[in-house]
């Protein structure tokens, strides 16, 4: 069972930057960050490959998130810049037993609690 705890959520203002990491406690194969809204289902933000090689946005954050990880440390991590008020959401990373990406909740095994992201305009 691999445990994922994200950090580096919190406050800002629209056009502001942060960077969120993923911590998993064991090797992991390919990885993403969802989120989350109130009132929403959760939606497919990135998703990177064991290797790094392959990485994938959603529409609504391309050029804007940049998605990377170090297998090394067992982290990934997500450059969210540009921000706006409709990124405000609980952001989740995933890690899954498969070496390809997926955008699917459903592509994914283990899951962090979350960290939530508020973007004031």
């Known amino acids: 069972q691999v445990q994922l705890v994200e950090s580096g959520g919190g406050l800002v203002q629209a056009g502001g930057s942060l960077r969120l990491s993923c911590a998993a406690s064991?090797?992991?194969?390919?990885m993403a960050w969802f989120r989350q809204a109130p009132g929403k289902e959760r939606e497919f933000v990135a998703t990177?490959?064991?290797?790094?090689?392959?990485?994938y946005y959603a529409d609504s954050v391309k050029g804007r998130f940049t998605i990377s990880r170090d297998n090394d440390k067992k982290a990934m991590y997500l450059q969210m810049n540009s921000l706006k008020p409709e990124d405000t959401a609980v952001y989740y990373c995933?890690?899954?037993?498969?070496?390809?990406?997926?955008?699917?909740?459903?592509?994914?095994?283990?899951w962090g609690q979350g960290t939530q992201v508020t973007v004031s305009s």
């Open positions: 995933a890690a899954r037993k498969d070496v390809n990406t997926g955008t699917y909740p459903t592509n994914y095994d283990y």
């Open positions: 990177i490959s064991w290797t790094g090689t392959n990485k």
């Open positions: 064991g090797v992991t194969l390919a």
